[in-house]
């Protein structure tokens, strides 16, 4: 079965696609879409289909598109749906120095990553969701993974994110849960 993968965020293509090899992926790229694809809403579910509609709009190609975020307690949910440019710039770094700052004075430090897939087939929309709950530490460890990977450690783990390998981080993310629902799906209903 083929479908067009609406990321460019090379991170998640590399967990989607190690998690799910059996999917004959489609790139952008190959169906000539340049544009950016738009994300306007304000929510992570609103950000997700915004993502696949377009495609399947433009493109009539079916296709998932992944939209996530970290949303931490003691900031009342923040950075959430403006993860990527939380410092105001799609900086990882500035964006983990403001999240760091602004939760300094903070004790509870809880939050949790969530995803938000939408598949679009055969002009269908559906969605899954996948969560992962854990805390955030007060300084970076590791190198492995992107965004707030390496100040993020699960709940029941030692480690963040980025200290674990792709391996580690797929048996256990948000993204992963997400992609085990859409797994059952397309058993169930197109293999
Ligand atoms: P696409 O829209 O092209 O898919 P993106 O990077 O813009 O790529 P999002 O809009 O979903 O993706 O932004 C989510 C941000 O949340 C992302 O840039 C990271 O900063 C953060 N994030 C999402 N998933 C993450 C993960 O597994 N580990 C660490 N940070 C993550």
Not at 142 to 162: E, R
């Amino acid at each position: 079965m083929k479908i067009c993968l609406a990321t460019r965020n090379a991170h998640k293509i590399e967990e989607i696609t190690h998690q799910l090899p059996k999917i004959e992926w489609v790139s952008l790229d190959e169906i000539e879409c340049e544009e950016e694809l738009p994300e306007t809403s304000t929510t992570i579910a609103e950000n997700s289909a915004q993502k696949a509609l377009f495609i399947w709009n433009n493109y009539h190609e079916n296709c998932l598109s992944d939209d996530s975020g970290l949303e931490v307690e003691a900031l009342d949910g923040e950075p959430g749906v403006d993860s990527a440019h939380y410092s105001g710039e799609r900086d990882s770094e500035k964006n983990i120095d403001l999240l760091l700052n602004n939760l300094f004075i903070f004790e509870n430090k809880k939050a949790r990553f969530v995803t938000i897939l939408t598949l679009v087939i055969d002009g269908k929309t559906h969605q899954f969701e996948g969560e992962i709950k854990g805390k955030i530490i007060n300084e970076r460890k590791g190198k492995n993974g992107f965004g707030y990977d390496s100040v993020f450690v699960p709940d029941n783990y030692t480690t963040t994110f980025a200290e674990m390998t792709l391996e580690q981080k797929n048996a256990l993310s948000h993204r992963s849960n997400a992609l085990k629902k859409l797994q059952i799906f397309l058993q169930n209903n197109y293999f």
